[in-house]
């Protein structure tokens, strides 16, 4: 099993970009926090970790649109490849309803002592699975996913991606590939699961379109 489609991109080295925010330090939890303001997006990384890429730029690009934005590291410090034969044991580490949820209840405790009120969140890769579980929670307005891999991690840690979809709370964005899994695309089982839900939107639209404006678009509505 990989989280990403074969012929996807690795890693991108980023190195040489300068971040505007800081890491903080709940407990044992690091956070990177950037910007201020009532309303905060909960940035989700994908299988690279906390300091790879470009996570921490889009982060800030966000900030700089007027939110404040706090991006938890689940890992520890932690990464792996796509193509590591460990893949399955590593996401299997990380299930939302007992080792995410008490970081994201320190995230949202910390987030919430600098001001936020409303919150939305997105998520790259794996981290469409923290996006959908944390939009079941109350105080989510809305949630992106960009090339959502949450249909093969549901598989092997929750058994239902079915269950975890119906229990979302609001509106959701899905920017898929072309290769996504099948349950990502039009007339997947995220549309299907809308209709039933029929008071929540899920717009699924594809990499052809600005990813930056799109997530822009939606944090503006919903938040």
Same mark, same amino acid.
């Given at each position: 099993?990989?989280?990403?489609?074969?012929?996807?991109?690795?890693?991108?080295?980023?190195? &040489?970009? /300068? %971040?505007? @925010?800081?890491?903080?330090?709940?407990?044992?939890?690091?956070?990177?926090?950037?910007?201020? *303001?009532?309303?905060?997006?909960?940035?989700?990384?994908?299988?690279?970790?906390?300091?790879?890429?470009?996570?921490?730029?889009?982060?800030?690009?966000?900030?700089?649109r007027g939110y404040m934005v706090v991006l938890p590291d689940y890992y520890r410090g932690g990464s792996?490849?796509?193509?590591?034969?460990?893949?399955?044991?590593?996401?299997?580490?990380?299930?939302?309803?007992?080792?995410?949820?008490?970081?994201?209840?320190?995230?949202?405790?910390?987030?919430?002592?600098?001001?936020?009120?409303?919150?939305?969140? &997105?998520? /790259? %890769?794996? @981290?469409?699975?923290?996006?959908?579980?944390?939009?079941?929670?109350?105080?989510?307005?809305? *949630?992106?996913?960009?090339?959502?891999?949450?249909?093969?991690?549901?598989?092997?840690?929750?058994?239902?991606?079915?269950?975890?979809?119906?229990?979302?709370?609001?509106?959701?964005?899905?920017?898929?590939?072309?290769?996504?899994?099948?349950?990502?695309?039009?007339?997947?089982?995220?549309?299907?699961?809308?209709?039933?839900?029929?008071?929540?939107?899920?717009?699924?639209?594809?990499?052809?379109?600005?990813?930056?404006?799109s997530m822009f678009i939606v944090s503006r509505r919903y938040l």
């Amino acid at each position: 099993m990989a989280c990403c489609p074969e012929n996807g991109y690795g890693f991108l080295d980023n190195s &040489a970009y /300068t %971040c505007k @925010g800081v890491v903080d330090k709940v407990e044992d939890l690091d956070i990177y926090v950037v910007g201020s *303001g009532d309303k905060c997006i909960v940035w989700n990384y994908d299988i690279f970790g906390f300091d790879a890429g470009r996570t921490r730029q889009i982060c800030d690009l966000l900030a700089d649109r007027g939110y404040m934005v706090v991006l938890p590291d689940y890992y520890r410090g932690g990464s792996i490849t796509p193509t590591d034969p460990g893949l399955v044991d590593f996401i299997k580490a990380y299930p939302y309803n007992t080792l995410l949820i008490p970081d994201v209840e320190r995230t949202l405790t910390f987030a919430k002592a600098r001001g936020a009120v409303d919150f939305g969140c &997105a998520g /790259t %890769c794996w @981290g469409s699975y923290p996006v959908i579980n944390l939009c079941s929670r109350p105080e989510f307005k809305a *949630g992106v996913s960009l090339h959502p891999s949450h249909s093969k991690i549901c598989a092997v840690i929750d058994g239902s991606e079915e269950e975890t979809l119906k229990r979302i709370g609001c509106n959701q964005l899905y920017l898929s590939a072309g290769n996504d899994h099948e349950n990502c695309q039009p007339g997947g089982l995220g549309e299907q699961v809308k209709i039933i839900l029929l008071h929540h939107n899920l717009i699924i639209s594809f990499y052809n379109e600005c990813l930056y404006c799109s997530m822009f678009i939606v944090s503006r509505r919903y938040l």
